[in-house]
């Protein structure tokens, strides 16, 4: 019997015996966390027997996806549809009692990664699964996730985010496969009558990795891939002798020490202690997977010369490239190549996608850091930098400042991307004029030279999750007016063209839009007690909170629409409601500024008399899946107005148009593309393109002069110095603006 002939009695049969057997309670003494955990282990083993046929007939070549976050948020409702049983979990649900949007809403999301990077990760994965392509991702499996974003007196507060408690249903352990990594200790060499040298590391520090998997089912109940996650223990687990002597917490260290590093998602690194962890937690990730993927190989191949032929890793931005130099430790260390073979398997079969285009945002480690905690890794750079360098000089046109540009180890550092570039046989961007940038700009003297290597692959969505899922009174018109096929094939949805001017869907698709505004203000009103307007249009910037985003000149626009309305109070205005969703990086102080901003300029709109009716400012309180999973299918403009040329690609515009809003943006990243699809019926753009930004730089960029001479700006600037109604200065702000270069170009 397939998944999808599963019957609601069938169901709801299996959910009794399943909180009698794990929770020794009845369907009527359950509460909502139970039910839905029951449900979780049900399905779970549903996914455990279709991967157990999945394995019978792996194809010959198989795809592993490294990335430090998966954003998978809440997978009760997801697994379900694919594996065809929502509808008969839904009615087994309320055969005992229960509302189906109750249970769903008892699973946290999981907390496994922040920001669009994860997303993407999440959506291949599921996408993977529906076209059966054999996949496996890696990860780490973190305690706390990122964290939970509070706003206290207007200021973000970062909260322990405790997801697992209710979430570990979904993971399997995998204790048999667990791995150990080596930090720190003395590489002992010696050489053979051949004249071949060899290592060992001695005196090191152990810790064990322990993988949890998750299983993601594909659309259709067909295939099932796993999502490796990896959880940092100690090999001892108590010190006794300390213990007994009373010694209690120093008993512990160890366990502590190993446990931190799957403790939370990116934990801040300003100061040597933050570095050090982010480190370990890269190289443990590595370590683990590389181990696994050759061991695997082993098994099922036999010799690891033949890695490439039947293994893809792709690594999702740099904080995998540790896989490189540790794939060349185990072949050279482990299997006895040397070192040209090694480098010719590892180079055949590791990709990367890069993920920006800001210089300083590529990722760079602390020559000493590593050398000091990964000593034999830190031999393996150096000597992939010495032949990198010595290829360089001998083909590069660009003499010593290319050599200088593209070397992996300069000035103390050691540069990830440049690692990268070396040791992959593919460099992915993740739109066409983000491609465009990497081959052209960035990585210019690269790409002259192995041109064959750039490509890019526009970011894409899972729309069955971002559009069925989500808008479920959408996808019924949907399949309503061009049938299903859509599901599998998103192209089938120009179909839709038909209807443009079909006065009778336009009207249905108002009342969809108007019934999801409402959902949307009734959840806020919940969460945060504050009562949209849902009458007014509604204007959405939800996005991680970052600078280059540009989301201090969404709200440098509503202090100008609120002057507007003071001066003239009758003025025609359509009512307006901005919502912002995004949470700032624990250690990036302008960010969280710019939130507290945010947040006064929301309060101020609201005591203002001028603006009651007509102006609305919201800053959702701990943005996630689950919260944008309600706020894309009530959106109707869409911000994506990063600077031009620094949006990679963007994932939200698209998941924010499916469901029908409109988008104002700058050309930058998937805009370009959407817009060359769409044009100016759906795409509203404005600003500089990147090459016109890129003039204007070059020419001279003078933001006061600009705002010198435009009285509007220097009256919204001059406002956010002295401080709206709550007092606050954000002169540090104005002056990042106007004497600080404004490097994003508001």
């Known amino acids: 019997m397939t998944t999808g002939q599963i019957s609601k009695d069938e169901l709801r049969c299996a959910l009794e015996d399943k909180l009698c057997a794990v929770f020794s309670v009845t369907s009527a003494e359950a509460t909502d966390e139970q039910i839905f955990r029951a449900a979780a282990i049900l399905i779970r083993e549903l996914m455990s027997r279709l991967l157990a046929v999945d394995r019978e007939e792996r194809p010959a070549r198989e795809v592993h996806y490294l990335s430090m976050e998966f954003l998978m948020g809440r997978s009760l409702m997801k697994n379900a549809y694919n594996l065809g049983i929502g509808e008969a979990l839904t009615e087994a649900l309320a055969d005992m009692g229960r509302s189906a949007g109750d249970i769903f809403e008892a699973e946290p999301d999981a907390g496994l990664g922040n920001g669009g990077l994860g997303r993407l990760a999440a959506c291949y994965m599921d996408s993977m699964a529906t076209e059966g392509i054999a996949a496996t991702g890696y990860c780490l499996c973190y305690e706390l996730g990122i964290f939970r974003q509070r706003i206290e007196d207007g200021r973000q507060v970062e909260d322990a985010d405790n997801w697992r408690i209710a979430a570990d249903s979904w993971l399997v352990p995998r204790d048999e496969d667990t791995c150990e990594i080596r930090f720190g200790g003395r590489i002992e060499e010696r050489w053979d009558y051949s004249g071949n040298r060899h290592v060992k590391l001695k005196d090191y520090t152990a810790v064990l990795a322990v993988p949890r998997d998750m299983l993601i089912a594909g659309y259709g109940g067909n295939h099932v891939n796993t999502l490796r996650l990896w959880e940092a223990h100690s090999p001892n687990y108590l010190d006794m002798p300390r213990f007994s002597e009373g010694e209690y917490l120093k008993s512990l260290e160890q366990r502590m020490l190993a446990e931190v590093i799957t403790k939370v998602l990116y934990p801040a690194d300003d100061h040597i202690e933050g570095k050090t962890l982010r480190l370990k937690q890269q190289y443990f990730f590595l370590s683990a997977t590389a181990q696994t993927i050759l061991r695997e190989h082993r098994k099922r191949w036999g010799d690891a010369r033949s890695l490439a032929e039947h293994h893809v890793i792709h690594i999702n931005d740099t904080h995998p490239a540790l896989m490189i130099p540790e794939l060349m430790r185990i072949l050279m260390d482990e299997d006895g190549l040397g070192w040209d073979e090694a480098w010719e398997i590892v180079s055949g079969c590791v990709a990367y996608t890069n993920h920006t285009v800001m210089q300083e945002a590529l990722e760079s480690w602390p020559q000493a850091l590593v050398q000091s905690l990964l000593p034999r890794i830190f031999e393996i750079i150096s000597e992939i930098d010495r032949r990198w360098r010595r290829v360089l000089a001998e083909k590069s046109e660009g003499g010593p400042a290319s050599e200088a540009r593209n070397a992996i180890m300069a000035d103390g550092m050691i540069r990830m991307a440049n690692l990268c570039l070396a040791g992959c046989f ?38 069955r999750r971002w559009l069925s899922q989500i808008n479920p009174r959408l996808d019924r018109l949907l399949r309503e007016l061009i049938g299903d096929g859509f599901i599998r094939k998103p192209e089938e949805l120009c179909k839709l063209r038909s209807f443009e001017d079909d006065k009778e869907v336009l009207l249905r698709l108002e009342e969809i839009k108007a019934f999801n505004k409402l959902a949307l203000a009734d959840f806020v009103y919940n969460a945060q007690g504050v009562a949209l307007d849902a009458s007014a249009m509604f204007d959405v910037q939800a996005k991680r909170l970052h600078e280059y985003k540009r989301q201090l000149l969404c709200a440098m626009l509503i202090a100008h629409l609120q002057d507007r309305l003071r001066d003239d109070p009758g003025m025609d205005f359509m009512p307006r409601t901005f919502i912002f969703g995004a949470k700032a990086a624990a250690g990036y102080q302008t960010a969280k500024r710019i939130i507290e901003l945010i947040c006064s300029l929301a309060a101020d709109v609201a005591a203002d008399p001028a603006c009651r009716g007509k102006l609305q400012v919201v800053f959702l309180e701990n943005y996630r899946v689950s919260v944008a999973e309600r706020l894309m299918p009530a959106a109707q403009v869409s911000e994506q107005i990063s600077t031009a040329g620094m949006e990679a690609s963007g994932t939200g515009n698209m998941k924010l148009m499916m469901n029908g809003a409109v988008t104002i943006g700058t050309l930058d990243g998937a805009n370009v593309e959407m817009y060359e699809r769409l044009g100016d019926d759906s795409m509203f753009l404005f600003g500089l393109h990147a090459d016109q930004v890129a003039a204007v730089r070059k020419a001279g960029y003078a933001p006061r002069a600009i705002a010198d001479s435009d009285p509007r700006i220097r009256r919204v600037l001059q406002r956010f110095s002295q401080g709206m109604a709550d007092g606050r200065p954000y002169d540090d702000l104005v002056s990042m603006l106007l004497d600080g270069g404004d490097p994003y170009m508001l």
Do not use: C, Q
């Open 426 to 463: 593919m460099i992915n961007g993740v739109s066409a004029i983000h491609g465009r940038i990497l081959k052209n700009g960035l990585f210019a003297d690269v790409s002259a030279l192995w041109p064959e290597k750039f490509t890019y692959v526009t970011n894409g969505i899972d729309h």
